[in-house]
């Protein structure tokens, strides 16, 4: 066997990324699909589209390359986490649209549980906050809103998942209905501590547990597929921001990643202990392998690289992603305009999904390259609040971030964030982590890498972006970013 499989289903698109024993990427594919707004808010994907576009890429990769069926040794498996499928399990046809991480749509239901005094219990058993972003509340919300659901579901008939559940699921043609604690963690219905689901938590939230996937190790193997040509061992699971930290080797505690995807995610190892959150981000496990499980703080940023997605899509200042750079180098500054990108909510360490997004300091000399710049800034300055309340968690100083995701590739960016946290940014050789992690993890499954040792020697540095600016001059930029933000709170009732 030469190579493993990563089938990475985000949020905007299906890869599959085939890796060779050296971690280095041998081939890939890759297929946006359509993003689906129903309400203000309210963001969904079709079911189908998720799975026919990773099929299709899975052939793709393989294809690309000119790699047999036979030579791959197992299939690892990463996704958009917290975005909410439930489907009936005697058709696997789905009864409602996907329910993406991003929709806000159950804001006043988590606030009548906060007003219900359920908050506490939530947090100690799940590590999370009760906000829109977690599965739970998206589950409850199809259950009450699709005619029959809630008695199909009380007679056993349906199943919930998150996507990689749902990829599993057919994957095996309907034979396993599993996920790993990763994902589960991620639900409002797993107690991380006792790392099974929680019948007090399930029956607040009114979710019966039989809808509920099995929980198994993020590094075991699960089954075969037969779909790819050929039977194909499914090795490996993980959410797909705890496998960008796998990926990044941030195995020992205090290690620290962030992924600059359509969101931004920061994590932190932990190590065996989970560690509560006392500065608003969240305590989740990172992932179980064998016996031990590892644990993780989180920060999330709502709106990340979608930021750039926007200007290119609803303002179309650019044709494609990759000229923002180009655009933003334009000027030597945003010239005072701020953009605060919270096009759905802010996410930790604010948690509001009343916050709007707004632009400020625009003025007749403002032009598309400050926007567009303001815009790459408006990344930074989210990572940086999310350090800031990891640093008083964890009681110690940043010493290096290390970076991936597809703006991590922005070279602009990269160094602003440099500037902004006085911390040197580094960027690996191989950035498609979340892949890679995913592939790590399935791989040890097999035998195909022997150790997370071995893995470590295979992490390499492409570059160290070193801070630059004035120690003031960044101040006055955090400063402004932080007057703007505190003016878009609340936004919307």
Not at 225 to 242: F, R, Y
Not at 406 to 427: H, K, W
Request: with cysteine; proline share 4%; glycine share 10%.
């Amino acid at each position: 066997m030469k190579y493993v499989l990563a089938l990475d289903q985000g949020t905007t698109s299906s890869r599959a990324i085939v890796f060779d024993h050296a971690g280095s990427i041998v081939s890939t594919a890759q297929k946006e699909f359509e993003q689906l707004f129903p309400e203000p808010g309210q963001v969904e994907h079709r079911p189908e589209d998720i799975w026919e576009t990773q099929l299709e890429t899975a052939h793709a990769a393989l294809s690309n390359g000119g790699i047999d069926p036979s030579d791959i040794a197992c299939i690892g498996i990463t996704n958009q986490r917290e975005t909410t499928l439930v489907w009936d399990r005697r058709t696997g046809t789905p009864i409602h649209n996907a329910i993406v991480w991003q929709d806000r749509r159950t804001a006043s239901f988590c606030d009548g549980l906060k007003g219900e005094g359920h908050e506490p219990l939530f947090t100690q058993k799940t590590g999370l906050v009760l906000d829109p972003y977690f599965s739970g509340t998206k589950v409850r919300w199809i259950l009450d809103n699709v005619d029959g659901a809630r008695e199909d579901a009380e007679a056993g008939h349906l199943a919930f998942g998150t996507v990689d559940s749902w990829l599993i699921w057919n994957l095996t043609g309907g034979n396993k209905h599993v996920t790993d604690p990763s994902n589960a963690s991620r639900t409002l219905l797993y107690n991380i501590v006792d790392l099974r689901w929680d019948s007090e938590l399930c029956s607040i939230m009114g979710v019966p547990q039989s809808l509920l996937p099995e929980v198994i190790p993020s590094s075991s193997v699960v089954a075969e597929t037969e779909l790819l040509g050929g039977s194909i061992p499914i090795a490996g699971i993980a959410g797909d921001q705890q496998a960008a930290l796998f990926g990044q080797v941030c195995t020992e505690p205090g290690m620290v990643k962030n992924t600059y995807g359509t969101g931004c995610f920061m994590l932190m190892n932990t190590g065996t202990e989970p560690i509560p959150s006392k500065n608003n981000l969240l305590t989740t496990v990172a992932w179980k392998i064998g016996d031990r499980t590892e644990y993780a703080l989180e920060g999330s940023v709502f709106i990340g690289g979608a930021v750039v997605q926007w200007l290119r899509d609803g303002l179309h200042l650019i044709d494609d992603s990759s000229e923002v750079e180009a655009l933003a180098s334009k000027v030597k500054s945003s010239e005072g305009v701020v953009m605060v990108p919270a096009f759905t909510g802010l996410g930790a360490p604010h948690w509001d999904p009343y916050a709007r997004g707004a632009i400020f300091g625009l003025t007749r000399g403002t032009n598309d390259a400050h926007l567009a710049r303001a815009a790459l800034e408006s990344i930074a300055f989210q990572v940086a609040d999310l350090i800031s309340a990891m640093e008083k968690d964890a009681g110690v100083e940043l010493s290096e971030l290390r970076v991936d995701g597809g703006a991590a590739s922005n070279n602009l960016l990269m160094q602003f964030q440099a500037d902004i946290l006085a911390t040197e940014t580094v960027r690996p050789v191989v950035q498609e982590t979340t892949a890679l992690g995913a592939a790590y993890l399935a791989g040890l499954a097999v035998g195909f890498w022997a150790s997370i040792d071995e893995l470590k020697q295979q992490w390499q540095i492409d570059r160290t972006f070193s801070p630059e600016m004035d120690a003031g001059q960044a101040e006055s930029h955090t400063e402004l970013w932080s007057r703007a933000l505190s003016r878009t709170g609340s936004w919307i009732k």
